[in-house]
């Protein structure tokens, strides 16, 4: 259960960090990004070059997320 919390401390960074690099590129994709998840992806194929180390710690969350859940037998509690 700790690695699912670790996995989504880790990708909140990285969502963060992708927000970041969005409002980098210009300030519709930054608003784009906070109103629609699924931007994130266009952003990260359309400027993978810009944002592989925040879509990498973001995809390293979710993995160890999933594998958190795995490992609990599907229970996460608070």
């Known amino acids: 259960m700790l690695i699912f ?15 970041i690099d969005e409002f ?8 784009l990004g906070l109103i629609f998840q699924v931007t994130h992806i266009l ?7 810009e944002c592989k180390k925040s879509l990498g710690t973001l995809l390293l969350g979710f993995l160890l997320m ?10 996460i509690a608070a």
């Open 5 to 19: 919390w670790i996995g989504l401390i880790i990708y909140i960074v990285g969502a963060i960090g992708l927000l």
């Open 24 to 31: 980098k590129e210009s300030i519709l994709w930054g608003l």
């Open 43 to 49: 952003f990260a194929i359309l400027h993978f070059h």
């Open 66 to 75: 999933i594998v958190g859940i795995m490992l609990s037998g599907g229970r």
